[in-house]
C-alpha cells in the first residue's frame, strides 16, 4: 500500500477540492404575528375556531352515538413519537423538530427549555423532514401515526400540499385524534389524499398510519404540525422543561433531548446535489458503483448539530486501511436544525477495487459516540463477457457490458455484486453460502 497512499497524498495536494455546505430551511413562518396573549400561530385564527368548532360538536353527536366515551378523570396519554419511515426506507434518520411551543407571553419567543428554537405565538411542534424534504414528500417515505391510543374526532382533506409560503386563509389536510381522557392532538400539513380511509368516529391504536407528511396550509415545506390540547382545552406543550409554562410534566414516553443530534443520512454521488426554488425536488446524484478516476462527492447531512459535537469522516479501502481520499474532523460552527457538508473528490486511478466504507464517527453531547456507515463499491475493470467457475471470497463488484455467467460458489461472508447490460446466468453449481450476499444489477458499464 505505500506507493498507492504516496500517490493519494499528491492526488490531494495537487487535485482534490473539498467543500462544506450549510443548509437550513425554514419549516413555518408567520411574519407580522406579534399578538401574544392568546396564543396565535401561523393557522390562521379564524381556521383555528372553525376546527375548534368543528371537533366540539362531532365530540357532542359521537357521545350522543356511543363512539366516544372518553374518561376525562383518566391519566393523561404518553405519547409515542408521532412518524415514522414508510416501508422501503430506512434511512439512519429523517426528520429534525424545527420550531417548539412559545412559552413567552410577550412579543419575545422562549421554548420549554428556555432557549429559542420557536417563532411569537407558536401553539405547536413543528417536525420537518430531512434532507431533501421535497423528494421524500413527492416519495411518501414519512408516514405521521396516531401518538396514542383514541377516537378520530375531525379530518380535512382534499387541499393543496406544496406550499411554499405563509397566507391568511389557506386551508390544510389534517387529522384530529381524541384519547381517552379527553386530550386532542391535531397532526396538520398533511398530503392531499393521504389522510387515514377512516373517518370521524372511528378508533386509532398508537402508531397507526394517519397521513403523509406534507406542506398544505401555512407552511414553506414538508413537515408536521403536532398542537396538543388538554381535556379543559388548555394548551399543552408535551415537553417537559424548565421554561414549559403550560405543564409541569413531560406527556412523552421517551422525551428526546432538546439537542437531539444526529445524521439523517450519508451519500456518495457523483456530483453535489442541487438546491431548486421550492417546491422543486432536489437532483441527488446518488451513486454506490465508481471505476478509478471517478468523480465522487460525500456528503453528511446532519440534524440538530451544535459547536460541541465533532464528526470523523473517513473513507476506508476495502482492506480496511483508513484512504487520504477522505479523512477529516468536522465541527459545525454553532447550532443548526439541518446541516449539510460535501466533499469533493476524484477516486485514484490506482485505488483498490472492491468494497469501501464511508464512515462517520459523531461524538455528541446528547448521546455520546454515534457511528454511521455506508459502503460505496470500486468496480472491477468493464469487461464484455465475464465467466465465473472458482470460488468467490473476496468483496467485488463485477461490470460486464454484455453477459455475466456464474456456477461459482460465494464464500461465507462475502458480498458479490453483478451488474451487466443484458444477461446475468447462474448455472448449476452456483451456491451463495451462510451470510454471503448476491446483488443482480442490469445498468451494466454505464
Keep these: 500500500m505505500t506507493n498507492l497512499f504516496s500517490h493519494l497524498i499528491l492526488l490531494i495536494l495537487f487535485q482534490f477540492t473539498s467543500t462544506s455546505f450549510f443548509a437550513q430551511e425554514a419549516s413555518?413562518?408567520?411574519p407580522g404575528k406579534l399578538s401574544h396573549p392568546p396564543h396565535q400561530d401561523c393557522i390562521p385564527a379564524e381556521l383555528s375556531a372553525m376546527f375548534k368548532k368543528q371537533i366540539a360538536e362531532n365530540r357532542d353527536a359521537l357521545i350522543r352515538s356511543g363512539k366516544l366515551k372518553s374518561n376525562r378523570n383518566?391519566?393523561?396519554p404518553m405519547f409515542i413519537w408521532p412518524m415514522r419511515q414508510a416501508d422501503g426506507f430506512n434511512y439512519p434518520g429523517?426528520?429534525?423538530?424545527?420550531?417548539?411551543?412559545?412559552?413567552?407571553?410577550?412579543?419575545?419567543?422562549q421554548?420549554?427549555?428556555?432557549?429559542?428554537?420557536?417563532?411569537?405565538g407558536h401553539d405547536g411542534t413543528d417536525i420537518r423532514i430531512a434532507p431533501f424534504r421535497w423528494n421524500k414528500m413527492a416519495n411518501g417515505e414519512v408516514e405521521i401515526v396516531a401518538a396514542?391510543?383514541?377516537?378520530?374526532i375531525n379530518k380535512a382533506d382534499g387541499n393543496f400540499d406544496q406550499s411554499c409560503a405563509w397566507g391568511s386563509g389557506i386551508p390544510w389536510n389534517a387529522v384530529f385524534v381524541e384519547h381517552t381522557d379527553g386530550t386532542v392532538t391535531w397532526y396538520g400539513h398533511m398530503k392531499n389524499g393521504s389522510t387515514t380511509t377512516k373517518d370521524t368516529g372511528d378508533t386509532v391504536a398508537a402508531g397507526e398510519y394517519l397521513g403523509l407528511v406534507g406542506s398544505s396550509g401555512n407552511s414553506t415545506g414538508p413537515h408536521l404540525h403536532l398542537e396538543v390540547y388538554d381535556p379543559l382545552g388548555n394548551l399543552i406543550d408535551p415537553f417537559q422543561g424548565t421554561c414549559n409554562s403550560l405543564n409541569s410534566d413531560t406527556w412523552w414516553l421517551n422525551q428526546s433531548p432538546y439537542f437531539d443530534s444526529g445524521v439523517n443520512r450519508l451519500i456518495t454521488a457523483t456530483q453535489q446535489w442541487t438546491s431548486p426554488p421550492c417546491p422543486q425536488q432536489s437532483q441527488i446524484f446518488e451513486r454506490e458503483d465508481y471505476d478509478q478516476g471517478d468523480p465522487i462527492t460525500f456528503s453528511v447531512h446532519f440534524r440538530n448539530d451544535i459547536a460541541a459535537n465533532s464528526s470523523q469522516i473517513t473513507a476506508f479501502e476495502p482492506d480496511g486501511d483508513t484512504s487520504s481520499i477522505l479523512n477529516v474532523l468536522y465541527q459545525a460552527g454553532g447550532f443548526s436544525t439541518n446541516n449539510s457538508i460535501f466533499y469533493n473528490r476524484t477516486i485514484p486511478d490506482d485505488a483498490e477495487q472492491g468494497k469501501w466504507i464511508f464512515e462517520v464517527v459523531y461524538n455528541t453531547t446528547s448521546y455520546g459516540v454515534l457511528i454511521y456507515q455506508e459502503e460505496f463499491w470500486v468496480a472491477e475493470d468493464c469487461q464484455t463477457n465475464i465467466v465465473h467457475e472458482d470460488p468467490l471470497s473476496i468483496d467485488a463488484y463485477y461490470q460486464a457490458s454484455n453477459t455475466i455467467t456464474s456456477s461459482s460458489v460465494i464464500s461465507n461472508n462475502t458480498h458479490i455484486v453483478y451488474d451487466a447490460e443484458n444477461i446475468i446466468t447462474l448455472l448449476p453449481g452456483f451456491r451463495a453460502l451462510v451470510s454471503s450476499k448476491l446483488e443482480i444489477k442490469t445498468a451494466g458499464c454505464n
Design 148 to 152: 396514542a391510543d383514541g377516537v378520530i
Design 94 to 109: 429523517f426528520f429534525a423538530i424545527s420550531n417548539y411551543v412559545d412559552h413567552d407571553a410577550t412579543t419575545n419567543v
Design 111 to 120: 421554548d420549554y427549555n428556555c432557549g429559542s428554537r420557536t417563532y411569537d
Design 74 to 76: 383518566a391519566l393523561p
Design 28 to 30: 413555518e413562518y408567520c
